[in-house]
């Protein structure tokens, strides 16, 4: 299983990015698939979920709003579109999914079995 995030860097405040995570080895859909985050000196942080067979998305409630999660299982792609960018996003963005993930877990990073490299959001002026 390998799950491949891109489209990270440095943004101003207000700016949109628009990360991807490519996942290979798995049938997507089988999976619940989400997006968490990790800060200099902080710990891991959820940040959306799309459960598997299921098209609700769940998301911190920080980024509802300017965070939209999506995913094509026939692409094998994950996506996070970003805007209105804050400083306080800045952080270390991973992908991570799981196949039996229940609905008391979704915001759970240890209950996610397989996990990206992560790609580094910088929101600065």
């Known amino acids: 299983v390998q799950l491949v995030e891109s489209g990270g860097g440095l943004v101003q405040p207000g700016g949109s990015l628009r990360l991807s995570c490519e996942v290979s080895?798995?049938?997507?859909?089988?999976?619940?698939v989400a997006w968490f985050r990790q800060a200099a000196g902080k710990e891991r942080e959820f940040v959306a979920a799309?459960?598997?067979?299921?098209?609700?998305?769940y998301y911190l409630e920080a980024v509802r709003g300017r965070f939209t999660m999506s995913r094509d299982n026939a692409k094998n792609l994950v996506t996070l579109q970003m805007n209105s960018l804050k400083p306080e996003d800045t952080a270390v963005y991973y992908c991570?999914?799981?196949?039996?993930?229940?609905?008391?877990?979704?915001?759970?990073?240890?209950?996610?079995?397989?996990w990206g490299q992560g790609t580094q959001v910088t929101v600065s002026s």
């Open positions: 799309i459960r598997r067979y299921n098209p609700t998305t």
């Open positions: 080895g798995i049938t997507l859909r089988s999976y619940s």
């Open positions: 991570a999914a799981d196949q039996g993930l229940i609905l008391s877990s979704v915001r759970q990073h240890t209950a996610y079995d397989h």
